[in-house]
């Protein structure tokens, strides 16, 4: 089980920006159990154009004389076999005066070594790392990130061994990591567990130093970000007083946001005990939306030191890196955090409640479009997660459900139900409060009961009753009734009327399907069951060439299907695998696209102070969708 670090020693200490190569250091007692055995390991980058790491691992002596060593299948937190073992080239294996040992693999992340009882064993590799990822580790003449679980062997029965790494970085790269420091180059694990939770950055790096009511927090960048970085330092510290002021208390001793920048199309997360290893495309920050969608990603890796590292899923408490672990939690861990990352926007100041809404619109149209909502539950989404989510296929969307979105909305449509049933006395915010502090700080794992208990607790009968309902069955979410409660309205994002065109426009019609386009064509993305294309036999990946005997281009498909009403009958000529055919389909009306309103003339107190509990009134978030701030792009 991870071990989280509660003391507060040296290294916790505020750091001055400019003593980056002058960190203290941290006595290693503090963090081993120094009686336990100490595996010691290297890693250098001698060439970072290569894209290899070159690791040296030393393990103790032990009466085996075959010595099982493996690398961890997947990370934790992604749920995906990913077979990190492929990216190992070159092994050898020594005893302690350097002389070759035979080894075998025994099966494909597991190497079989035979070593004389008594004797250490000593193991080399090349690993190649070119995968732009926050699940792997990556090196190129920029800039280089190692997650441990991509990069170390682990001996079989071993997990408790402590582990000392040695950093040799390229010239003139300094090295990043939450983990303990004895000096600039190396770092403590108490056990595997905590080795595989600590990623580490390499490079011209710059960091960041701030406080979060007492708790030392580090930003620290690679790459270029194009932005006013004590603006996004000002946006950081929000975060963290913000999420702190919802929990009460923190689950670390200190917190590195380790960030890496490109302009290709980089994004992701990964969420750790005290730091969290995030991507961006250091570009977006020109826009409002991009800012947006970074500051809610960093909300939602942060919110998971809390929310899945702390409060700590049963089925996940002791890791078997071999092979998958199965939960039904991940509504909970994914799907709630998702519902925070969004809803801290405007309690954090970032957001108005305008923008808050016109988000929540956005997530419930995606939701909504979603014919899997009505296959798939959440607690089956989650078990499945290994076989689902990170492989997607055609029928995905229309067979399954998204534990994220929908998982976030579960999280929305609970929270309503529990602040209207307690005439806002309490939330789902308690909720999480009261894991946190039975479970998590305790370090006691939860699972379905114990959160079913908590629930029951807070919110009644009729929270145990939405988790049986909308969580434990396939039944899609009434958002209608349950935004109700803050005296929401759902209503028709219409077309306005305008004195140049009084007349009512024309409702718009759709094939039922999802289309791509590639060199101005257009191809069928996705069919959505049930719809007029499914019905008529449209296919995925058909190329759309003509409607009604009319060319269609990427430039001119919606103006040529628009020139149809609701019930017609068209032709749609398509070429589906080098032939062209002729299907007939009967036009459908375009699903409706939905709108949040609030309208405090009509709303209830209660309804009010519901809102404005979600939607806090903050001259700060008025002022900040007006004009330019110090964290504003």
């Known amino acids: 089980m991870t071990v989280f670090l509660v003391v507060r020693p040296q290294a916790a200490m505020p750091i001055p920006l400019t003593m980056w190569t002058q960190t203290p250091t941290t006595p290693a007692h503090l963090y081993l159990d120094t009686k336990a055995p100490l595996v010691r390991a290297s890693v250098s980058m001698e060439k970072p154009t290569t894209h290899f790491y070159q690791v040296e691992m030393v393990f103790p002596p032990t009466d085996a004389t075959i010595r099982r060593l493996s690398m961890p299948t997947w990370i934790p937190g992604s749920y995906k076999i990913r077979d990190f073992a492929k990216n190992i080239e070159q092994f050898q294996a020594f005893d302690s005066s350097d002389k070759p040992l035979s080894w075998r693999k025994q099966d494909k992340a597991t190497w079989a070594v035979e070593v004389p009882a008594g004797e250490a064993l000593k193991v080399r590799y090349s690993l190649f790392a070119y995968e732009f990822s926050v699940r792997t580790s990556y090196l190129d003449s920029f800039y280089g990130f190692l997650n441990p679980a991509s990069a170390f062997l682990y001996e079989e029965g071993k997990k408790h061994w402590g582990y000392r790494i040695k950093v040799k970085p390229a010239a003139d790269w300094t090295i990043a990591t939450a983990l303990p420091k004895l000096d600039e180059h190396l770092f403590l694990a108490d056990n595997l567990d905590v080795l595989i939770d600590s990623p580490m950055m390499f490079g011209p790096l710059r960091r960041h130093e701030f406080d979060v009511k007492g708790i030392p927090h580090y930003w620290v960048i690679a790459g270029d970000v194009n932005k006013n970085e004590a603006g996004m330092v000002e946006a950081l510290q929000k975060i963290g007083t913000t999420v702190g002021d919802l929990f009460g208390d923190f689950p670390f001793d200190r917190y590195y946001f380790l960030t890496a920048y490109r302009l290709d199309g980089a994004r992701g997360g990964l969420e750790h005990a005290n730091s969290t290893l995030v991507h961006a495309n250091a570009d977006h920050f020109r826009t409002r939306d991009g800012w947006d969608r970074f500051l809610s990603l960093m909300i939602h890796e942060y919110y998971h030191a809390w929310n899945v590292k702390a409060i700590r899923d049963q089925s996940l408490s002791e890791f078997d890196y071999q092979r998958e672990q199965y939960t039904e939690l991940l509504w909970l861990h994914e799907g709630w955090t998702s519902y925070y990352d969004t809803i801290l926007m405007n309690r954090a100041g970032f957001w108005d409640a305008k923008r808050g809404l016109a988000e929540w619109s956005k997530v419930i149209n995606g939701y909504n479009q979603r014919p899997g909502n009505h296959y798939q539950s959440l607690a089956e989404a989650s078990f499945n997660a290994w076989i689902h989510y990170y492989h997607p296929s055609f029928t995905t969307k229309n067979s399954q459900t998204d534990y994220y979105r929908a998982g976030s909305l579960s999280g929305l449509a609970l929270d309503l139900l529990i602040r209207h049933k307690s005439k806002n006395e309490r939330s789902l915010d308690t909720v999480m409060a009261r894991l946190y502090r039975d479970f998590g700080a305790q370090r006691k794992p939860i699972n379905w009961d114990l959160v079913a208990r908590i629930l029951q607790e807070v919110g009644g009968k009729s929270a145990v009753n939405f988790l049986d309902t909308y ?123 939905v709108k949040l309103k609030f309208d405090g003339d009509k709303a209830s107190d209660l309804q009010t102070s519901i809102f404005q509990a979600l939607f806090p009134p903050d001259s700060t978030a008025k002022e900040n969708s007006k004009q330019e701030t110090s964290w504003h792009p």
């Open 471 to 593: 969580i434990r069955q396939a039944n899609p979410l009434p958002m209608e009734k349950f935004l109700g409660y803050a005296g929401i309205e759902v209503a028709e994002a219409k077309v306005e009327e305008t004195e140049e065109a009084p007349h009512q426009p024309p409702k718009p019609v759709s094939l039922g399907i999802q289309t791509k386009t590639k060199d101005d064509a257009v191809f069928v993305r996705h069919v959505w069951r049930g719809s007029s294309g499914w019905q008529a036999g449209l296919d995925f990946g058909d190329e759309i060439l003509a409607i009604n005997n009319r060319r269609v281009t990427a430039s001119n498909y919606d103006k040529i299907l628009q020139w149809s009403h609701p019930g017609d009958e068209i032709q749609v000529l398509v070429s589906r695998g080098n032939h062209i055919l002729t299907v007939p389909v009967t036009l459908e009306e375009k699903q409706e696209v």
